[in-house]
């Protein structure tokens, strides 16, 4: 109703006679406008209102054309890609750990988890002393929900591990592979992780960011580097590949080779 009172209003004098000749450039000239005023969903919301109105106009006969497909769609295009960091900033992010510290070893084997195997933070959190198969060099993964898969544990991954647990761990009851430095001595959380990754990008001198930017970085470094999605998505454990197809749009070297000439450019 208030979509209908918006756009009958903005129809001229006399309302039967604009009705009756309405055309699909009316309607895309009153969506364009309103869509300049509001966000994606509210002019969503607009658009559902004009379908029905051009309906109800059209069984009722006070127009002769069914025009309610003429009005256009609202694009919603994702905007947050992802944004993967410059190698040379994940080595410094990395290097940032003071590794002659508990905190540092611990800090640093949580950063390797994160920028080799693409973890996310509450997988890190979640990882217990039983998750790690030293014979085999396989870690336990648990991801979403009942997901429980099994990634091959790199050997620096593993050294920094074994490293941190003979040097750096406290004594806790807590089963959980990553421990709080203070008291309580129980596992890191999931916000435990996060805030370990924003440190220590601030100490490596960059911008402040969150683990999930180093699971982008993973992903995007390995399809600059020949991966196919379909073993990227196996790695990050993407219930559907078509959630990792997100990455390709950020592949601006393989895009650059479909792309076609701009018409009138030259070569």
Known sequence: MRVARQFLASCPDPLERSVAGLTAADLVAFVLARGQELGVAATQTVVGGMRALLRFLHIAGLTDRALASAVPNVARRRQ???????????????????????????DFAVLLLLVRLGLRASEVAGLTLDDIDWASGELVVRGKGPRVDKLPLPSDVGDAVVDYLRHA????????????????????????????????????????????????????????????????????????VQVTFVYAKVDLEALATVARPWPGATL
């Open 169 to 240: 761990r406290p004594d806790s009851p807590d089963r959980r592979l990553f421990v709080r430095s203070c008291a309580p001595r129980q596992g890191l959380s999931r916000q435990g992780v996060g805030g370990l990754v924003r440190a220590a990008s601030v100490r490596a001198g960059l911008a402040a960011h969150g683990p999930h930017r180093l699971r982008h970085t993973v992903a995007t470094g390995l399809l600059r580097h020949g991966a196919p999605l379909v073993e990227i998505a196996q790695l990050l454990r993407h219930q559907s």
């Open 80 to 106: 947050d890609l992802p944004r993967a960091l410059p190698d040379d900033h994940v080595r410094l992010l990395v290097e940032s750990c003071d590794r002659t510290t508990s905190v540092g070893l611990r």
